[in-house]
C-alpha cells in the first residue's frame, strides 16, 4: 500500500517532511501554500498538482493523510479541516499557539477516526529511546533538569515582530520556550510523565514584546527544573559550538543526561546518553546510531496510517506541551506557582 500524502505548507521545515515520506515510500500527490511562487516550485520539484488554498487539496480524494507545515497560529484551522475532510494528520509543533486552541483541536481528534500525529521529533531520536530504556535503572526519581541554549545572533533580534512569523508573537508565539524549548518539554514528559504544576520567571528582550529567556521549577513527583535563553553566546555546550541542550535526570540509583543535537546535523553531531550507575559506580557514554528524528518521526505516522493504529506522540502529547507552556506564562504574570491543566487521554 502506497500512502498518497498532501503538503499544506511548502517553506522550509516540509523539506525534513518530504524527506521522511521518501525513506517510507509515500507519495506526494498534492501540495498547497498561500504564496503561489512558493507552491509551484514545489509542485514542479515533485511533479505533483499544487494550490494555493489547501481546502482544494483537502478536497482530492487520493490523499491519505496530510502534513501540517504552516506557521502555528494556522495549525488548528487547517488541521481540523483536513480531520473533517477525513484525512491523517501529521502536524508540525507547536501544535497550537495557545490552550483555548488546543483544547478545541483534542476534542475534534476524538470526535473523529482519524489519527493524529504531533511532529515532536526528538523523541525519535535514538540516544532518546535509550534514555528512556534506561530509567527504571535509576530508581526513585529525585530530580531533573532541562536546559536549552540556542545561539541567537544580535541581528536575528531586529526582525522580531516583522514579516518573518517565527519571530512574530501574533503568529508564532512569545518566544523561547515556543520555538526551542518546546521540543525538549515533550522529552521531558517522554521521559519522566507529566509535570503537576510550575512557577516560572520570563524575560522579554530588552526592548521588544518578546521573551529571550525562561526559567521555571516544575513538581512531578520530584522537582524538574526548566531553562532555556536565545543568546549570543556561541561556544556554549558539549560541542562548543553555541548549542547548548540537554536532559538530566537523577535518581537514588544513579543519573542519566541526554545530549542532543543541532536539530539540523543528526549525522555530524550524533546525541548520546551519558548514564551513572550506582551498581557499579562507572559513568558510560552510550552512543545508538545515528538516525534522523525527521526521518523517524514520519516513517512512525506513516506506519500508523497503514496500520489504523493510533502512535504517539499523539494530540494529548500536542497539548499537554500547551498547557505548560501557558501555565508557565501565566505563572510568570502572575507571580506564583499554578497547576498545569491536564486533559484525560481517552
Known amino acids: 500500500m502506497s500512502v498518497k500524502v498532501g503538503l ?30 512558493r ?81 515532536y521529533m526528538k523523541r525519535f531520536i535514538p540516544a532518546m529511546q535509550k534514555a528512556k530504556e534506561l530509567i527504571p535503572r535509576l530508581g526513585k526519581l529525585l530530580s531533573g533538569t532541562v536546559r536549552v541554549y540556542h545561539p541567537f545572533g544580535e541581528e536575528a533580534w531586529k526582525h522580531v515582530g516583522g514579516d518573518i512569523w517565527l519571530l512574530n508573537k501574533d503568529k508564532g508565539g512569545a518566544g523561547v520556550i515556543v520555538h526551542s524549548g518546546s521540543h525538549m518539554l515533550d522529552a521531558m514528559r517522554f521521559l519522566c510523565g507529566d509535570p503537576l504544576s510550575v512557577e516560572a520567571r520570563c524575560h522579554f528582550k530588552k526592548g521588544l514584546d518578546y521573551y529571550d529567556t525562561a526559567y521555571f521549577m516544575m513538581e512531578a513527583g520530584f522537582t524538574l527544573f526548566f531553562e532555556s535563553a536565545w ?61 534522523d528524528g525527521f526521518i523517524e518521526e514520519v516513517l512512525a505516522f506513516v506506519n500508523s496510517v497503514k496500520e489504523g493504529k493510533q502512535g504517539r506522540p499523539d494530540v494529548y502529547d500536542g497539548y499537554m506541551v500547551q498547557a505548560i507552556i501557558d501555565a508557565a506564562y501565566r505563572s510568570n504574570e502572575e507571580g506564583r506557582r499554578l497547576p498545569i491543566e491536564r486533559l484525560s487521554r481517552k
Open 231 to 291: 543568546l549570543d553566546l556561541q561556544n556554549l555546550g558539549v560541542r562548543n559550538n553555541g548549542w547548548d541542550e540537554r536532559i538530566e535526570i537523577t535518581g537514588e540509583k544513579g543519573r542519566l543526561e541526554v545530549f542532543t543535537m543541532w536539530w539540523t546535523r543528526p549525522d555530524v553531531e550524533v546525541p548520546f546518553v551519558r548514564f551513572y550507575s550506582a551498581e557499579d559506580g562507572e559513568t558510560r557514554e552510550i552512543y545508538p546510531q545515528a538516525k
Open 39 to 119: 507552491a509551484k516550485a514545489r509542485a514542479e520539484a515533485l511533479n505533483c498538482p499544487w494550490s494555493s488554498d489547501y481546502h482544494k487539496l483537502l478536497a482530492d480524494p487520493q490523499i491519505d493523510c496530510v502534513s501540517v507545515c504552516l506557521p502555528n497560529h494556522l495549525h488548528r484551522e487547517a488541521s481540523e479541516a483536513a480531520i473533517a475532510a477525513g484525512k491523517h494528520v501529521l502536524c508540525e509543533k507547536t501544535m497550537t499557539s495557545n490552550l483555548p486552541d488546543a483544547k478545541a483541536l483534542v476534542a475534534a481528534v476524538e470526535a473523529s477516526d482519524r489519527i493524529f500525529q504531533i511532529a
Open 8 to 37: 499544506i505548507g511548502c517553506g522550509s521545515i516540509a523539506d525534513f517532511h518530504l524527506n521522511g515520506y521518501k525513506a517510507a515510500d509515500a507519495e506526494i500527490v498534492h501540495v498547497a501554500d498561500a504564496d503561489e511562487t
